[in-house]
Antibody
Framework: QVSLKESGPGILQPFQTLSLTCSFS??????????VGWIRQTSGKGLEYLAT???????YFNPSLNSRLTVSKDTSNNQAFLKITSVDTADTGTYYC????????????WGQGTLVTVSS | DIQMTQSPASLSASLGETVTIECRAS??????LAWYQQKPGKSPQLLIY???SLHTGVPSRFSGSGSGTQYSLKINSLQSEDVASYFC???????FGAGTKLELK
């Protein structure tokens, strides 16, 4: 069965770079049409889509955050990564990774989420 | 950007009651809509996709309907375990609604 789990620093300071890891099982980013998406939930904006990385290394970003986001993957180890540069307090929230399937616009499988706090 | 307006923001209902939550898109989204349930401290769980298709394992008291710009989620015969927040999400740029918090009366 599909399972995902996020990990991250927990707390970081303004202007630092946030690095998150999604470790998953039950599917592979080496399989056609598979992807890993990132979604966050903040008090300010609620649920907000961030980015997706696909099996063929194609990437899609939320245009409002595009310049700050980087996504990558390690197919052999079933991991995906998200980086957000120059964080501020508005980036405080819970970050989720999800399984994505090409031409499916919904998110059927979510990780448990990891809480990120940006504070000086 | 396609905006999603979800209503109501909160809702109080009795056990056994039928509840309806609505989402309106700023333009036609051609049934490209999903509904999620989120309980406190948990990740969102998919209920409905393609506006009216029930996700595997979701109780049949949940149903989705709508077309064009107007969509709704209906919960028949409300159960105590349905107390949660509910969100809609459109497929075109993955925007979510602001959510509806459902409580028991």
């Amino acid at each position: 069965q599909v399972s995902l789990k996020e990990s991250g620093p927990g707390i970081l300071q303004p202007f630092q770079t946030l690095s998150l890891t999604c470790s998953f099982s039950g599917f592979s980013l080496g399989t056609s049409n598979m992807g890993v998406g990132w979604i966050r939930q903040t008090s300010g904006k609620g649920l907000e889509y961030l980015a997706t990385i696909w099996w063929d290394d194609d990437k899609y970003f939320n245009p409002s955050l595009n310049s700050r986001l980087t996504v990558s993957k390690d197919t052999s180890n079933n991991q995906a990564f998200l980086k957000i540069t120059s964080v501020d307090t508005a980036d405080t929230g819970t970050y989720y990774c999800t399984q994505c399937y090409n031409n499916h616009g919904w998110f059927a499988y979510w990780g448990q989420g990891t809480l990120v706090t940006v504070s000086s | 950007d396609i905006q999603m307006t979800q209503s109501p923001a909160s809702l109080s209902a009795s056990l056994g009651e039928t509840v309806t939550i609505e989402c309106r898109a700023s333009e036609d989204i051609y049934n490209g809509l999903a509904w999620y349930q989120q309980k406190p401290g948990k990740s969102p769980q998919l209920l409905i996709y393609n506006a009216n298709s029930l996700h595997t394992g979701v109780p049949s008291r949940f149903s989705g309907s709508g077309s064009g710009t107007q969509y709704s989620l209906k919960i028949n015969s409300l159960q105590s375990e349905d107390v949660a927040s509910y969100f809609c999400q459109q497929y075109y740029d993955y925007t979510f609604g602001a959510g509806t918090k459902l409580e028991l009366k």
